[in-house]
């Protein structure tokens, strides 16, 4: 191999080796932001026993949107408290997927899901949810029932349209 290669695949290497340490670190702030807001620590932080769960959200020191807090701490609460699962496990499956799946998956099943997480192409990831949750898929025989939405060239606002609106407006 040529020394160019051999950087190549040093930097890819880094550049991965770094995303497992972001992904664990992830994980961590996930558990930590499930005991603050358990145990009410954020009353504590702020100095005020009144104070709601949003105040502590809009510091400015924590930089995950509340979506992304709310969503950590339900993968944190299901996976791990509720099944005993180690977020090493799931450490590395996108968190869109684990969301997916909250609803549906149990310990008996988990290795299962968290290998289809991984592997599955992201049409196959959808019609594999919406079966286990006995939805129609694009597989399925069926009359499709399709919506017209108006989109906005400007601020990309969207509004499902009537049968007798047109974009000319």
Not at 57 to 68: A, D, K, N, V
Not at 90 to 103: K, T, V
Not at 115 to 142: N, P
């Amino acid at each position: 191999m040529s020394r160019k290669e051999d950087d190549a695949f040093e930097v890819q290497e880094i550049i991965q080796n770094n995303e497992k340490k972001r992904r664990k670190l992830f994980m961590e702030n996930a558990q930590l932001l499930s005991l603050i807001k358990k145990n009410n620590y954020h009353h504590y932080l702020l100095g005020d026993p009144e104070a709601p769960w949003s105040a502590f959200l809009s510091q400015t020191e924590i930089f995950y949107t509340r979506s992304q807090i709310d969503k950590m701490i339900r993968i944190y609460e299901k996976l791990t408290t509720k099944l005993l699962i180690s977020p090493l496990d799931y450490s590395d499956i996108p968190q869109s997927r684990l969301i997916d799946i909250l609803p549906i998956i149990t310990k008996e099943d988990f290795e299962d899901w968290f290998s289809k997480a991984k592997t599955l192409t992201g049409r196959d990831w959808r019609i594999e949810i919406r079966q286990t949750k006995g939805l129609l898929t694009e597989e399925d025989e069926h009359e499709h029932n399709y919506e017209d939405y108006l989109i906005c060239k400007d601020c990309g606002a969207k509004h499902k349209t009537d049968q007798n609106e047109s974009g000319d407006k």
